[in-house]
C-alpha cells in the first residue's frame, strides 16, 4: 500500500521560502508513470492544485504560482519536495502531496496534509 | 485558470439522490474526457471517487456515478447515507497541461 508523508516547518516567516518533503514508501518514486503532486488548502477555503512533477522530471505548475514555484524529486530518498518562495500570508494552508497516476488529476493516494503558516 | 464552477451546497434526504454540476469551459472540462471527483470529510484528506467523468476507483460504492455534456460534468450521488455528508470537489485537466479544482460543494444530508 502506497503512503505519502508530507513534513516541514510549520511556521515560515514573510518573504522567506517555504520548503516541504514528500516522503513516500510502499513504492519507489521512480518506477515510472506517476505525477507527484502538491495540492493546498487556504484554511476553510477549497483545494488548490500547485503543481507535479513526472518520474522523468517534468515539471507542470499552477500559472498563477509558477513564478514561485519549484518541485523536485530525491529518488535516493524516494522523495518528493515542494518549495514557494516569497511567501505571504496569502500562502497560509494546508499543504498535501498526493501520488496521481496520469496528468489528468487522478490521484488515488494523499498524503494527511500539513499546516504551514506564514507569519512573523 | 479559473476555478470550475460548482454550487455552493446542496442537500438531500437519506435514500434520495442529489446531483452536483461542475462547469467550466471548453480548455478543461469539455475538451477533455479527465474530469475527476473527491470526496473531503473535515480534517481529512480528499479521496478520489471518480475519474475521467465516469470511472470508479476499486472500492468506491457504485452509489456514486458521474457524467458530462458539454463543458459540465455532473457527479450523482444515489441512495444518500449520512456517511456521504462531505464537501465535494471536481478537478479537469486543463489546455495548459495543468489542473484546476472546483470550489467545492458541501453536501448536507438531511
Known amino acids: 500500500q502506497v503512503q505519502l508523508q508530507e513534513s516541514g516547518p510549520g511556521l515560515v516567516k514573510p518573504s522567506q521560502t517555504l520548503s516541504l518533503t514528500c516522503t513516500v514508501s510502499?513504492?519507489?518514486?521512480?518506477?515510472?508513470?506517476?505525477?507527484w503532486s502538491w495540492v493546498r488548502q487556504h484554511p476553510g477555503k477549497g483545494l488548490e492544485w500547485i503543481g507535479y512533477?513526472?518520474?522523468?522530471?517534468?515539471?507542470y505548475y499552477n500559472p498563477s504560482l509558477k513564478s514561485r514555484v519549484s518541485i523536485s524529486v530525491d529518488t535516493s530518498k524516494n522523495q518528493f519536495s515542494l518549495n514557494l518562495s516569497s511567501v505571504t500570508a496569502a500562502d497560509t494552508a494546508v499543504y498535501y502531496c498526493?501520488?496521481?497516476?496520469?496528468?489528468?488529476?487522478?490521484?488515488?493516494?494523499w498524503g494527511q496534509g500539513t499546516l504551514v503558516t506564514v507569519s512573523s | 485558470q479559473s476555478a470550475l464552477t460548482q454550487p455552493a451546497s446542496v442537500s438531500g434526504s437519506p435514500g434520495q439522490s442529489i446531483t452536483i454540476s461542475c462547469t467550466g469551459t471548453?480548455?478543461?472540462?469539455?475538451?477533455?474526457?479527465?474530469v475527476s471527483w473527491y470526496r473531503q470529510h473535515p480534517g481529512k484528506a480528499p479521496k478520489l471517487m471518480i475519474y475521467?467523468?465516469?470511472n470508479r476507483p476499486s472500492g468506491v460504492s457504485n452509489r456514486f456515478s458521474g457524467s458530462k455534456s458539454g463543458n459540465t460534468a455532473s457527479l450523482t450521488i444515489s441512495g444518500l447515507q449520512a456517511e456521504d455528508e462531505a464537501d465535494y470537489y471536481c478537478?479537469?485537466?486543463?489546455?495548459?497541461?495543468?489542473?484546476?479544482f472546483g470550489g467545492g460543494t458541501k453536501l448536507t444530508v438531511l
Open positions: 475521467d467523468v465516469s
Open positions: 510502499g513504492g519507489s518514486i521512480s518506477s515510472g508513470g506517476y505525477y
Open positions: 498526493a501520488r496521481a497516476s496520469s496528468a489528468s488529476g487522478k490521484a488515488e493516494y
Open positions: 512533477i513526472y518520474y522523468s522530471g517534468s515539471t
Open positions: 471548453s480548455s478543461d472540462v469539455g475538451g477533455y474526457n479527465y
Open positions: 478537478c479537469s485537466y486543463t489546455s495548459n497541461n495543468t489542473v484546476v
